[in-house]
């Protein structure tokens, strides 16, 4: 019954609402680049579209559509968005908070009269106390709502409410008027070509039939719902209706029939991949060999029935830690995001005080000079007026440059301070969440996992830890750069040695992806170098490319030299990268977080840091890459 009444929820609000959630990342990049105007229409579809995959999320794009809908008084949008905040309550089984939705949005929405949206909350609120058990205030709502939309002349909409009343009747034990609610609209959807609809019509008169133990009749309009449900292919569909039939021959003892009606249903059930309907099947088949006498086989199924309950419950408790997970991640980025707005709005206001304090002193400074000037002759004030309108030009080109500079710094620091919090906030909570979570499932349920499900639990532990320390490493050795605690100390290197030295921690990653690794540098080059920069430079570089090149795939090592320069190329047969990838990739302002060859998560923290190290070393870095082909990093020193 859960069942029916979601998707008969479906079929009425998200004729609206539904939007394939193909087109949430699609919604979601256009949200970045749009402006006031066309941002509200995005937020509303990314509202709607979110209902069924992270409701929370979709409450928050409806909150941000409201608010934005209020500031422009658009009253229609304000009550849409309310509606789809409480579709989306209503996923998360939040019935109060949704209905508050609701009633919200329809007082607007009675205001502009706009009686269609109306009608969507009175039987959205319908629905709700349809599944809290309220039934009279259900039939209230749907009532109310069957009313507007017979006024609006919306058949289609009308024969989804009017059905909606008919499932209520059929629960309450009204048959006789259940089966009167269906069959005043079953003409109508006919007509209209809502195969899906006129299917599940056809079904809930069979199964008033049924209740009232008029089994030809059932049989009749189960047939035909069968019959389209074979030529629309929906194999959910086609499951209910093989497993209803089943009911009535086993009612009727008809036990081969049944049997063979049961058989069919979970064929059809495993092809739709549906679990919940799978399980129904179980049980039936366990109840029909207990109604034969075969123990042995109902006992089997009953196990089986068993097992599929249990592992529904156990995907939706993961599903809920999921979304409350992701939930908390959202609030806490969002509240992060406010905070860095308000240091944002203070910094402004500081500049914007200390542009009009020097405007003001220059303003002032000028009329001094001019009423002193004026107290000369004509002729000083002339010569003097120039002379000094030439060095005012100088300093206000002088200051100009002086305040751009800051601005250049100011901003360098903000995105130093964004790239922070990015890492602190995601990247470096991420692995510890994922630590966490695999952790505990294996200290609560250690259990019910088999050994490979363990195996990999702790695989995917392992993994988390050391992309954390090497995230950890490279943030450390960050700040230090920032903080101008790192010293060079130049000394002769013989390039191949410090090659061999720098890459050896990393073979282990490479032996574990079979990539073979050439060190290819000639034994007589000898380079001035910071010993500990330039081995970190060549570290990361080396993991950078173990990261992103394939198993069994290969990195070649090799030297560069000319008479200033002496330079070292690593090339890697890896996925490689697009111009617009290589253009972020030495950008602090710039997120450059591409996943691996075998879904590596990085920060592109190790990348910056080299291009650092490698100015404090008087040299140059540069990238040469094509997606498909592999990546080749080249840095150069200076030989003296």
Excluded at 289 to 296: F, L, Q
Excluded at 348 to 357: E, G, T, V
Excluded at 526 to 541: F, K, M, P, Q, R
């Amino acid at each position: 019954m859960r069942y029916l009444i979601s998707f008969l929820f479906c079929l009425l609000i998200f004729s609206v609402l539904a939007q394939n959630t193909n087109n949430i990342d699609s919604l979601e990049n256009s949200l970045q680049k749009a402006g006031e105007t066309d941002k509200l229409d995005i937020l509303l579809q990314l509202s709607k579209a979110h209902w069924n995959v992270i409701p929370h999320k979709g409450i928050n794009y409806a909150n941000q559509a409201y608010k934005l809908a209020e500031k422009h008084d658009n009253k229609k949008n304000q009550a849409k968005a309310l509606l789809y905040g409480g579709v989306n309550y209503w996923s998360m089984g939040s019935y109060d908070q949704a209905i508050e939705y609701y009633h919200k949005s329809i007082k607007i929405a009675e205001e502009i009269d706009d009686k269609k949206i109306s009608t969507f909350n009175l039987n959205n609120l319908g629905m709700i106390y349809h599944q809290m058990g309220n039934y009279e205030k259900a039939l209230q709502n749907y009532s109310k709502a069957s009313i507007i939309m017979k006024e609006l002349g919306d058949e289609i909409e009308y024969a989804k409410i009017i059905n909606n009343i008919g499932t209520l009747n059929m629960i309450l034990g009204n048959y006789d008027q259940a089966l009167k609610n269906f069959l005043s609209i079953i003409e109508k959807v006919k007509s209209s070509g809502n195969q899906k609809l006129l299917l599940w019509i056809l079904k809930d008169i069979g199964k008033v039939y049924y209740k009232k133990q008029n089994y030809n009749q059932a049989l009749d309009y189960y047939f035909k719902a069968l019959k389209i449900s074979n030529e629309t292919g929906d194999n959910k569909g086609k499951t209910i209706i093989l497993n209803n039939i089943g009911d009535i021959h086993l009612k009727k003892k008809e036990y081969k029939k049944a049997l063979n009606y049961y058989n069919k249903g979970l064929i059809f059930a495993k092809k739709a991949e549906a679990k919940d309907r799978i399980k129904i099947n179980y049980q039936n088949l366990s109840e029909y060999y207990s109604e034969v006498g075969n123990y042995k086989k109902s006992l089997e199924y009953y196990t089986l029935f068993k097992e599929m309950s249990d592992s529904i419950l156990d995907e939706n408790k993961v599903h809920k830690i999921v979304e409350m997970q992701t939930k908390y991640e959202t609030e806490k980025k969002e509240k992060e995001n406010e905070l860095l707005r308000k240091d944002n709005e203070i910094q402004q206001l500081a500049i914007d005080r200390q542009i009009y304090l020097r405007n003001f002193f220059i303003a002032l400074s000028f009329f001094v000079i001019i009423l002193v000037i004026f107290i000369f002759t004509r002729f000083q004030i002339k010569k003097k007026a120039n002379r000094i309108l030439f060095e005012k030009n100088n300093l206000i080109t002088q200051q100009k440059t002086e305040i751009q500079t800051n601005a250049d710094a100011l901003a360098e620091a903000n995105a130093t301070k964004d790239k922070f919090f990015s890492i602190i906030a995601h990247d470096l909570k991420n692995p510890f969440n994922a630590i966490w979570g695999y952790s505990e499932l294996l200290l609560t349920n250690y259990e019910q996992f088999s050994e490979k499900e363990r195996i990999n639990f702790i695989t995917e532990i392992n993994d988390s830890s050391k992309s954390t320390y090497e995230l950890l490493e490279n943030l450390l050795t960050w700040a230090r750069t920032q903080s101008s605690k790192i010293n060079i100390n130049k000394e002769k290197l013989n390039l191949s040695e410090f090659v061999n030295n720098s890459i050896k921690p990393y073979k282990p990653n490479a032996n574990n992806k079979n990539i073979t690794i050439s060190n290819e540098v000639s034994d007589d080059i000898i380079i001035e170098a910071d010993e500990y920069t330039i081995s970190t430079v060549i570290g990361n570089l080396i993991n950078n490319a173990i990261k992103f090149t394939h198993n069994g795939g290969h990195i070649t090592i090799t030297s560069l030299s000319n008479a200033n320069y002496v330079g070292l190329s690593i090339k890697d047969t890896g996925i490689g990268m697009s111009k617009e990838t290589i253009d972020k990739l030495f950008r602090i302002d710039e997120s450059c977080s591409d996943k691996g060859a075998n879904g590596e998560k990085g920060t592109g923290l190790g990348l910056i840091l080299c291009q650092e190290f490698i100015k404090m070393n008087d040299g140059e870095i540069k990238v040469e890459s094509e997606v498909g082909k592999g990546s080749t990093f080249i840095f150069y020193l200076p030989k003296k």
